[in-house]
């Protein structure tokens, strides 16, 4: 029974976490296009003599676009800071219902910053707010882009909370903790020397990596 | 280890001043108390730094105001999120992973190689200068750390370097990277504290120049046992291949010009400047020939991964502050700091301990993001210029990467390490350059005017 709803909970966590890495490179690709856009911009105004007028709501946008979208993605890369130079110390059966709190702080706060932005939306959408810029964006647009971010990063705290749930109630801690521990040092340096390039002469730094997927 | 005594320490100071009824808020230190002990348990637990900030706002606001402050949460979360400052911190953070990826590091060691070769101590100042540059245009000091250490690390194999030396001075030179502008540490604490990143970066350059004068000191006085001696009869490389280096130098050249030369010559805000130093990074790599999709790909994950990283915890520090200042918290901190019976440089004092202690197991940003709303005011009451402590904290910051026996970048460099040495090579290599850089925050509380001359005279 526990073992089916964990495949349950497991597989809707995936689909969830799937949504929400699709999400995280969209960000990141919006944060390239507002580098174009405000370069662009800063060009135009200086040799072409016109300009959008509106980089700073525009961006801002972007930006809130960036943060929220991202967030669920964070989380399942475990880059979500955490301080667990305490909690590493402790015995297992203390650790893991550790860990379970603290993702279910994150599910209380998260939800009412879910609550707000929803709200915010609903009140853009009733007063019919526009920015101040030339374009007259409409509120709602960008807060409810933002909003869906947040709303999804939400449900898979929720899930993946479950899974956890029913994960170290069966026996199974660990796995509870390898999908939710802090990025390592380790870690950390072998993606920094993946980027450079540098991996194939210093094939010792990848430890670690692949092995929470 | 010396965090947790610090902090002990500081809370029985509190605990005695309340006993000894100095200073009107007795209730209050009962509450600062029971807000401090929620906030280490909090964190001691393992929660999720932004969590934690957040659902302290939350049960503070439930406990102690009567307004019904959470129907402004969004619009206090919404804030930050779509600040035109901010932006600035993806934006360089992107530039950052392009970089990384663009090739740029191997080159800028060679080139600096050849400038610096003579001096005593040799490739050790390499080290420093290399990083220091690289992390100008790079935002994170632990891939600052790991880039230079790659490339740095196979030039010392078989030569008669001390290797706690050039652990040391790579670590140093990674530390070096959020002080030199344009750093990330400085738009977050403009955008907290309202004040103006420009004149952050302008002022960050005489301390920027004093730490990295240090750094050589240090260098040159440890060089004879640490560096072999340079042979004297080495023929001195040519003028034409020295000239030659400089053609590597010049995309990281160009892109600092583009970046600070914007921001410093007024013409761009520091966001416009990161946009173009983008553009300017995706340029370079096309001509090095690494721009491909999968390229750009990843340094957009990236980026938007560590974005949401610093959102999530700028989040909680929002509606914490929110909750704060509807309740007068700062104020009232202010207003009992100012009324103990210390001179302001006295609390600077702590408040520079308090920081050193914390950076040992805390994360940059989140150290900064978590403590500036609360500490800021009071040190404005102390009457100290907020330009001014935002340096002092980057400083601080900087020095807790490096601080032994939990910099994060320290075991980054060991992580690299081929030659299976123990760790204390690292803590005791980097130990005097973590010296001389608290002593250069020292002199700097001693001169402000180091740092505080250039933004007044560029006004």
Redesign the interface.
Request: with cysteine.
């Given at each position: 029974m526990l073992d089916r709803m964990i495949v349950a909970a497991a597989l809707c966590r995936r689909l969830v976490a799937r949504l929400g890495t699709f999400m995280?490179?969209a960000?990141?690709?919006?944060?390239?296009l507002?580098?174009?856009?405000?370069?662009f911009d800063?060009l135009a105004r200086?040799f072409l003599g016109f300009s959008s007028q509106s980089?700073?709501e525009l961006?801002?946008?972007?930006?809130?676009f960036?943060?929220?979208?991202?967030?669920a993605?964070?989380l399942t890369?475990r880059?979500?800071?955490?301080?667990?130079?305490?909690?590493n110390f402790l015995p297992a059966k203390i650790r893991y219902p550790?860990?379970l709190?603290?993702l279910a702080?994150?599910a209380?706060?998260?939800g009412?910053?879910a609550?707000?932005?929803?709200?915010?939306v609903d009140?853009s959408l009733l007063f019919g707010a526009t920015d101040i810029s030339v374009l007259r964006t409409p509120l709602w647009i960008?807060?409810g882009l933002?909003t869906f971010g947040i709303l999804v990063f939400l449900v898979l705290i929720l899930l993946m909370l479950a899974e956890s749930t029913l994960l170290v109630l069966a026996g199974r801690g660990s796995e509870a903790e390898a999908l939710l521990h802090?990025r390592t040092?380790?870690e950390?340096?072998a993606?920094?020397?993946e980027?450079?390039?540098?991996l194939d002469?210093?094939p010792?730094?990848a430890i670690d990596k692949g092995a929470t997927t | 280890m010396i965090a947790i005594v610090f902090l002990l320490v500081l809370v029985g100071l509190m605990v005695a001043m309340s006993f000894l009824g100095i200073g009107p808020g007795n209730l209050l230190i009962g509450e600062v108390l029971l807000l401090v002990g929620l906030f280490l348990l909090?964190?001691?637990?393992?929660?999720?730094?932004?969590?934690?900030l957040?659902?302290l706002g939350?049960i503070i606001g439930f406990a102690f105001s009567d307004r019904p402050f959470?129907?402004?949460?969004?619009?206090?979360?919404?804030n930050p999120?779509?600040?035109?400052v901010?932006?600035a911190v993806?934006?360089f953070l992107?530039m950052g992973?392009i970089l990384?990826?663009a090739?740029l590091?191997d080159r800028l060691y060679k080139a600096l190689n050849v400038w610096l070769d003579r001096l005593p101590g040799g490739l050790l100042h390499t080290n420093i200068a290399a990083s220091g540059v690289f992390s100008a245009i790079s935002g994170s000091s632990?891939?600052t750390a790991?880039?230079m250490g790659?490339?740095a690390l196979?030039f010392f194999k078989g030569t008669r370097y001390d290797p706690k030396m050039v652990l040391g001075s790579l670590a140093a030179g990674g530390a070096l990277g959020n002080l030199i502008p344009p750093g990330i540490t400085f738009i977050i604490y403009g955008l907290i504290t309202e004040t103006s990143v420009g004149a952050l970066y302008l002022a960050a350059v005489g301390p920027s120049i004093l730490v990295v004068i240090l750094f050589i000191l240090v260098i040159l006085w440890k060089a004879k046992t640490a560096a072999p001696l340079a042979d004297p009869d080495t023929p001195r490389l040519p003028l034409s291949v020295k000239l030659r280096s400089l053609v590597d130098l010049a995309p990281t050249a160009i892109l600092i010009l583009i970046v600070l030369g914007t921001i410093y010559g007024g013409?761009?805000t520091a966001?416009?400047s990161?946009?173009?130093g983008?553009?300017g990074a995706i340029v370079f790599a096309a001509i090095e020939g690494r721009l491909s999709f999968k390229m750009?790909?990843?340094?957009?994950?990236?980026?938007?991964?560590?974005?949401?990283?610093i959102?999530?915890?700028l989040?909680?520090a929002y509606?914490l502050n929110y909750v704060f200042v509807g309740l007068g918290v700062p104020q009232a901190l202010a207003k009992l700091v100012g009324e103990m019976p210390l001179p302001p440089w006295a609390v600077m004092l702590l408040i520079i301990g308090f920081y050193l202690a914390l950076g040992t197991?805390?994360?940059g940003f989140?150290m900064v993001i978590t403590t500036i709303p609360v500490i800021f005011p009071v040190v404005v009451a102390l009457g100290y210029d907020p330009v001014w402590f935002g340096v002092i904290v980057t400083m601080l910051v900087e020095i807790a990467l490096i601080s032994p026996p939990?910099g994060?970048v320290l075991?980054?460099l060991q992580?690299?390490r081929?030659d299976g040495g123990p760790i204390t090579d690292v803590f005791s290599g980097v130990i005097p350059f973590f010296l001389v850089y608290i002593l250069g925050v020292l002199i700097l509380m001693w001169f402000p005017q180091l740092a505080l001359w250039l933004p007044k005279v560029a006004q």
């Amino acid at each position: 029974m526990l073992d089916r709803m964990i495949v349950a909970a497991a597989l809707c966590r995936r689909l969830v976490a799937r949504l929400g890495t699709f999400m995280g490179y969209a960000a990141g690709w919006g944060f390239i296009l507002c580098a174009a856009f405000i370069t662009f911009d800063v060009l135009a105004r200086r040799f072409l003599g016109f300009s959008s007028q509106s980089t700073t709501e525009l961006t801002g946008y972007a930006l809130a676009f960036g943060i929220s979208w991202a967030l669920a993605h964070t989380l399942t890369s475990r880059a979500h800071v955490r301080i667990d130079v305490l909690i590493n110390f402790l015995p297992a059966k203390i650790r893991y219902p550790m860990h379970l709190l603290s993702l279910a702080a994150l599910a209380v706060f998260v939800g009412f910053v879910a609550k707000g932005a929803w709200d915010l939306v609903d009140e853009s959408l009733l007063f019919g707010a526009t920015d101040i810029s030339v374009l007259r964006t409409p509120l709602w647009i960008p807060q409810g882009l933002w909003t869906f971010g947040i709303l999804v990063f939400l449900v898979l705290i929720l899930l993946m909370l479950a899974e956890s749930t029913l994960l170290v109630l069966a026996g199974r801690g660990s796995e509870a903790e390898a999908l939710l521990h802090q990025r390592t040092y380790d870690e950390e340096a072998a993606e920094a020397l993946e980027a450079v390039g540098a991996l194939d002469t210093l094939p010792g730094a990848a430890i670690d990596k692949g092995a929470t997927t | 280890m010396i965090a947790i005594v610090f902090l002990l320490v500081l809370v029985g100071l509190m605990v005695a001043m309340s006993f000894l009824g100095i200073g009107p808020g007795n209730l209050l230190i009962g509450e600062v108390l029971l807000l401090v002990g929620l906030f280490l348990l909090f964190f001691g637990a393992g929660i999720y730094i932004g969590a934690a900030l957040g659902v302290l706002g939350l049960i503070i606001g439930f406990a102690f105001s009567d307004r019904p402050f959470w129907t402004f949460i969004g619009q206090t979360v919404w804030n930050p999120s779509s600040s035109f400052v901010l932006v600035a911190v993806p934006l360089f953070l992107l530039m950052g992973e392009i970089l990384l990826r663009a090739g740029l590091s191997d080159r800028l060691y060679k080139a600096l190689n050849v400038w610096l070769d003579r001096l005593p101590g040799g490739l050790l100042h390499t080290n420093i200068a290399a990083s220091g540059v690289f992390s100008a245009i790079s935002g994170s000091s632990v891939a600052t750390a790991a880039t230079m250490g790659s490339v740095a690390l196979p030039f010392f194999k078989g030569t008669r370097y001390d290797p706690k030396m050039v652990l040391g001075s790579l670590a140093a030179g990674g530390a070096l990277g959020n002080l030199i502008p344009p750093g990330i540490t400085f738009i977050i604490y403009g955008l907290i504290t309202e004040t103006s990143v420009g004149a952050l970066y302008l002022a960050a350059v005489g301390p920027s120049i004093l730490v990295v004068i240090l750094f050589i000191l240090v260098i040159l006085w440890k060089a004879k046992t640490a560096a072999p001696l340079a042979d004297p009869d080495t023929p001195r490389l040519p003028l034409s291949v020295k000239l030659r280096s400089l053609v590597d130098l010049a995309p990281t050249a160009i892109l600092i010009l583009i970046v600070l030369g914007t921001i410093y010559g007024g013409l761009a805000t520091a966001t416009e400047s990161a946009a173009l130093g983008v553009i300017g990074a995706i340029v370079f790599a096309a001509i090095e020939g690494r721009l491909s999709f999968k390229m750009l790909n990843d340094s957009a994950e990236a980026t938007a991964r560590n974005t949401a990283l610093i959102g999530l915890i700028l989040f909680g520090a929002y509606v914490l502050n929110y909750v704060f200042v509807g309740l007068g918290v700062p104020q009232a901190l202010a207003k009992l700091v100012g009324e103990m019976p210390l001179p302001p440089w006295a609390v600077m004092l702590l408040i520079i301990g308090f920081y050193l202690a914390l950076g040992t197991f805390m994360e940059g940003f989140s150290m900064v993001i978590t403590t500036i709303p609360v500490i800021f005011p009071v040190v404005v009451a102390l009457g100290y210029d907020p330009v001014w402590f935002g340096v002092i904290v980057t400083m601080l910051v900087e020095i807790a990467l490096i601080s032994p026996p939990d910099g994060t970048v320290l075991y980054v460099l060991q992580g690299m390490r081929r030659d299976g040495g123990p760790i204390t090579d690292v803590f005791s290599g980097v130990i005097p350059f973590f010296l001389v850089y608290i002593l250069g925050v020292l002199i700097l509380m001693w001169f402000p005017q180091l740092a505080l001359w250039l933004p007044k005279v560029a006004q």
